[in-house]
């Protein structure tokens, strides 16, 4: 088991640039897992930041279940978003929960059928074993990355602020209502011949 772990580990060290961008371009339905109403909180930002993206995020959290957060009602499980999707895939779970509780909600993922496309853990959030079991059951798993960021860096959006983004361009940026930035992946993706 141990040099099972040493394989997940070291798959999860680091990922390519194209492999997190074809997640988030083919990304539509979210389930944000331990999504908070207070909007100093980071599910709280990365939610409204995705919404505003275009992605559709149902927020989930048994202690605010039934209530809205930024105008989507908050489900108490991942079943219940399922539900609401009409038996149709979560094409990714994003877990906002501590490394020890994403186990828990990476089993509550792998009883849904379908499975979700992708379970994404959070910045600090990683747990090899959980992430062994849901690959081994064909989902893709992301580790201690946030898709705000990534998204953010993919796009450009992060280098406009002044953050290395390792992407070079000579687009002029597009500044959304209120003069800020705001790119997508699909901007900065080179054209196909």
């Given at each position: ?14 990922y390519?640039?194209e ?11 979210i ?20 919404l ?25 499980t991942?079943a219940?978003?399922?539900a ?15 490394s020890?509780?994403?186990?828990g ?14 379970i994404?853990?959070q910045?600090?959030?990683?747990d090899?074993e ?37 992407i070079l ?25």
């Amino acid at each position: 088991m141990t040099h099972d772990l040493d394989d997940i580990a070291a798959r999860h060290a680091r990922y390519r640039d194209e492999a997190i961008r074809t997640i988030l371009d083919g990304t539509r339905s979210i389930a944000l897992v331990g999504a908070s109403a207070n909007p100093a909180r980071p599910s709280w930002i990365v939610m409204k930041y995705l919404l505003a993206r275009g992605y559709a995020v149902t927020p989930v959290n048994p202690g605010l279940a039934g209530q809205d957060l930024l105008g989507r009602r908050v489900a108490a499980t991942l079943a219940e978003v399922q539900a609401a999707l009409g038996g149709a895939p979560i094409d990714m779970v994003e877990i906002f929960r501590n490394s020890a509780a994403a186990g828990g909600i990476v089993d509550e993922a792998l009883a849904l059928d379908p499975l979700p496309k992708v379970i994404w853990m959070q910045l600090g959030v990683r747990d090899d074993e959980a992430a062994g079991r849901a690959e081994a059951r064909g989902v893709t798993v992301i580790m201690n990355r946030c898709p705000k960021i990534e998204y953010g860096r993919l796009s450009g959006e992060i280098g406009w602020t002044g953050v290395n983004s390792r992407i070079l361009s000579a687009k002029k940026p597009v500044l959304a209502k209120g003069g800020v930035q705001k790119l997508t992946i699909a901007d900065r993706r080179s054209p196909r011949s």
